[in-house]
């Protein structure tokens, strides 16, 4: 099993850009997370899904979208990127609800 | 609201010293909590999930408790070693308002251990 998987590794953006995030796992996994992690603030929780088909919105969803169109796959695009949003982006997916999270390895993204 | 605070920012160690490292939590309501591993660069790596059922989890060199009435977790890492050196986060699953497991990360603790 790979685990969790995430497309790309890096990327630079200019400001205005778009771009997709791919997280990809191969456990079955019903629940999928979008994290992103800031020197001094730590992960916070972008958007989330609960199964093929549900997104909902985390603590930081502004400028973000997602969709799980199947059950493996959870995509993030940013529709007009920012410097703001410079981060590394971290992808998580448990069994069901309140069961151990297992993480990607991360996008490394910057927008100039 | 679930707050997740982890003291102190970095340690420092000689290798083959056993040591603790804490996680503090405002919400004795929790469920279970989770610490990772994180090496720079990289992603972060589960090392033990105790439940809010359990006192202790074990694996290997490391030892999790948990006590919810202090609003306590510890990590236990025996006989540390180079290789230990990492960045360690807890993380508790946020309870109220509908959550769906999202979690509330510490800020970690940076541990070097040096040979």
């Known amino acids: 099993n790979a685990g969790v998987t995430q497309t790309p590794k890096f990327r630079v953006l200019k400001t205005g850009q778009s771009m997709t995030l791919l997280c990809a796992q191969d456990m079955n996994h019903e629940y999928m997370y979008w994290y992103r992690q800031d020197p001094g603030m730590g992960l916070r929780l972008i958007h989330y899904s609960v199964g093929e088909g549900t997104t909902a919105k985390g603590e930081v969803p502004d400028g973000y979208n997602v969709s799980r169109l199947k059950k493996q796959n959870f995509l993030l695009g940013l529709e007009s990127a920012a410097p703001s949003q410079t981060s590394v982006y971290f992808c998580?997916?448990?069994?069901?609800?309140?069961?151990?999270?297992?993480f990607g390895p991360g996008t490394r993204l910057t927008v100039t | 609201k679930q707050e997740v605070t982890q003291i102190p920012a970095a340690l420092s160690v000689p290798e083959g010293e056993n040591l603790v490292l804490n996680c503090s939590f405002t919400d004795s309501a929790i469920y279970n909590l989770q610490w990772f591993r994180q090496d720079p660069g990289k992603g972060l790596t589960s090392l033990l999930l105790?439940?809010?059922?359990?006192r202790e989890q074990t694996s290997g060199r490391l030892n999790a408790s948990l006590d919810k009435s202090s609003g306590r977790s510890t990590l236990y890492i025996a006989a540390s070693q180079p290789g230990d050196s990492a960045t360690y986060l807890c993380?508790?699953?946020?309870?109220?308002?509908?959550?769906?497991?999202?979690?509330?990360f510490g800020k970690g603790t940076k541990l070097s251990v040096k040979p």
């Open positions: 105790i439940q809010s059922s359990q």
């Open positions: 998580a997916s448990s069994y069901l609800v309140f069961y151990e999270q297992y």
């Open positions: 993380a508790a699953p946020v309870l109220a308002g509908g959550s769906q497991g999202n979690l509330i």
